[in-house]
């Protein structure tokens, strides 16, 4: 399959949505950009299109995708119940980097869902994929446009590197702004849960729903479980090369990360450090990739996956990543840390 790269600007915008939105009525797929993660786009309401997206990225079947809506009154045709407090949210959130769940209607293939009764719906903040959506007037399924499991891609070049070749079309709009996928809360529970972590957090959410609970998967995951939003249960955000995560205190995240490398001399070794310590590494066999400082978890997220993209791109035998604090933005940091290290942590006290 031939795949179209393009770079979208000023003069060809209104061209690449009207190119990408005819591929999607007949059923192609579609690579988008949004603020959070750039997706793999397709018709939401074709089963067969859906199919495809599942069989270009390897995913399982059973792992639901989360359709992208640009209006209010595309959400109300996909959705049954939905609950007074999602208008709140809708308020306060969307275009935005949060996902809901509801009660799904009928117009819902299983393929979307893996045959849960249950939709995930987002509104993306990012003009080209709002106007996408208008045009195509159908809501896109869109997971992350990678290969399954491995990190999400935050620019179009990451997208060619996984989909050249099994996608119809990669749609580049720069880097994104967020750097992790949408925070997931499911609406259709008594108590509504959030099912993954993001840039809208759980103390932001709670400030509108005092009952609101955090899924135990979101610490750690689970075979037994019937996901209902991506990223509950498989391997997630992994590198070529084994990862570890070190936490703790900063001083003994340091500490034990050196003696980590004492003891590997012979490998060649990467090392994902805050800003705070860069300077704190030796750089005989050692590549010191910069996140951000530790007092901006924002853009520790947002250089998070292109920093683990750029040691798979180099070639290194082993990663050792730093740990951080799970509350606000760093409960989502963290989850995303965890899933690419398979769970692989040095402990260490905090301090």
Known sequence: MHTEYIEINEINFDETVNKASELIREGKLVVFPTETVYGLGADGLNGQAVRNVYAAKGRPLDNPVILHVSSIEMLDRLVVDRPEISDLLIEKFWPGPLTMIFKKSN????????????????M???????????????????PSANTSGKSSPTSGEHCRHDLDGKV??????????????????????KNPMILRPGAVTFEMLRAYIPNLEIDSTILESSSDLIPKSPGQKYKHYAPDAEALLFTGGNEEIVRNMKEYIAKNRTKKIGVLSTTENVSEF????????????????????????????????????????????????????????????????IKGENK
């Open 282 to 345: 030796d750089r005989e066999n050692v590549l010191v990739l910069d996140m951000g400082s530790r007092d901006n978890l924002n853009e520790v997220a947002h250089r998070l996956f292109g920093s683990l993209r750029e040691f798979d791109r180099i070639g290194v035998d082993l990663i050792l990543c730093e740990g951080f604090e799970e509350n606000e933005m760093g409960l989502a940091v963290m989850n995303r840390l965890k899933k690419a290290c398979s769970n692989k942590i």
């Open 168 to 189: 119809d079309m990669i749609v580049s709009d720069g880097d994104t702004e967020v750097g992790l996928e949408s925070t997931v809360i499911d609406l259709s529970v």
């Open 124 to 142: 993306p903040n990012r003009k080209f994929t709002l106007s996408l959506i208008k045009a195509s007037d159908t809501p896109l399924a869109g």
């Open 107 to 122: 117009i819902i293939p299983k393929e979307i869902t893996a045959g849960l009764d249950t939709v995930a719906v987002r």
